[in-house]
C-alpha cells in the first residue's frame, strides 16, 4: 500500500506549481511509460505499477525504482479519467540555452496555448524525425499532464526548450527561417529542407512577426474553401510532410 | 426573461436523446450562429443573444425568430465553460442516401470516435474546399456540441451524411477510391486528384478494409521518426494538402 505523503506528493505534481519546484511530471499508461523507461531511463525517477504491469516488465527494468501497486492506489495518484496499469514520475529533462539549428529541422511554438495541441505537435514532431522543438517562455508548459498524455510517447524522443525565441533566432542567422502565416510562399511548392527553422504560431494570432529577423521567409498552406484558419496541430502536420 | 419550460428545451439538447427526437442541435458564439444565418438560415429556428449582438445583427436577420436575453439566461442555455454572446437553435440537416462522387473530392469516415476530431476535419475539408462527407452509423454524432463548437461555423459549409459506407462506396465504383493506412502509396508522391473518394479511419485501428472495394488504393504518410502513428485529423489535413 502507497503510504499517504507519498499519495499527496504524486498528486500535487498535477499542479504547475509543485512540478516547476520538485523539476519532476508524471506519465501514464504501458505505451508513454515504456517509451520512457527505453529512451530516458535515467529520468525515470519512480513507477507505480498494476500487478500485471509489473508480471510483463519487472525482469526488463530491474535497475529501475518499481513499485507494484492495487488499482485502488492507481485511482488515488492517476490523473486520467481511467486510470491505466502504471504511472511514472519522472525528472524534467535539461532545458538548454545553446542548441544549434544547423543541419536539421527545427520546429519554434510561438506563444502556443493549448496543452492538446502543444502534445499533438510534439507527436508529429516525432513521426516526422523533427528531434528538436524550441517553445517561447509564454507557450504553454511540457510537463502539463495533458501535454505529456497527448505525445502518445514522444516526448520521449523528442527534446522541447523554451526559450527567448527572438534572441535565440538571431543567434541562427546562418539557418534558413521560415514562418507559418496567413499569406504567403505556398508550402507544396517548396523544395525539401535539410536545414531551417520552421516557426509555428498563436491559435487565434499566429506567428508575432514584429520582433522577428526581416529575412524570415513566410510560408502558407493554400485555402481552397472558406474557413478561416486551420488548428495549429493540423498546420504543423502539413508544413512538416511538405517540407521534410 | 426566458421561461422556465424554454429554458429546460434547451438543455435537453445538451443530449443525444433529446436532440435525435427533436431533430435539433444548438450552436454557439458569434462566428458559428453567423455562418448559420449565412449559410442555412432557413435551418435557424431560434437565436437568444445578449443585448450586444443583438444591436450588432437584428437588423440583418430581421427575418429570423430572435430573442434578446439576459447573461443570466445565456449562462443556463449555454454548453459553454465561457457562454459567448448568443446560441442558436438549429434544426438538424438532411442525411440524404443519394450522394454523388463523381466530379469531386469526398472524404469518408470509417467509425471516427472522437468528437474534437471530426469537428476538426469538417473544419479542415471546409479549408480544402472539400464539401462533403459521408460517415459510417459508427462515427461520433454530427450534433454533439464538441463536433459543431469544434467545427468553427465550417459545419455550415460542409454536408455531412451517415450513411452505410460499405454500400456506397460499393456504389461508386467509377469513381477512385483511396484508404489512408500505415502502409500504402506514398501521399506525397501521388498526383493532385479532381474527383476521388479519401477514407479516413478509427483513431485506433485505422480503416476497416475487411469490408471495402478491393479496387480501393491504399495510400500513407511516410514515417521518418518513430511516433506509432498520427492524430487522424493531421493525418487528414496532410492527405487533402498533397491530393487537393
Redesign the interface.
Known sequence: MLVKSKVKYIQSLGQKKFRDREKRFIAEGP?LVYDLLLEKKTSVSEVFALPEWMEANQMAFADVDLHEISAIDLEKISQLKTPNQVLAVVNQFENSENISARNKITLVLDNLRDPGNLG?II?????????QIICSHNTTELYNPKVVQAT???IA?VEVHYLDIEKWLAKQKDVPQFAAMLEGDD??QMKKLKEGIIIIGNEANGVDTSNLPAAIKKIT?P?????????A???T??IL??L?
Open positions: 505505451k499533438t507527436r508529429i514532431a516525432d513521426w516526422f524525425g523533427v528531434s502518445m510517447g514522444s524522443r508550402v507544396s498552406i485555402q481552397y474553401g472558406k474557413a478561416e484558419s486551420l488548428n496541430a493540423v498546420a502536420g502539413i510532410s511538405h521534410v
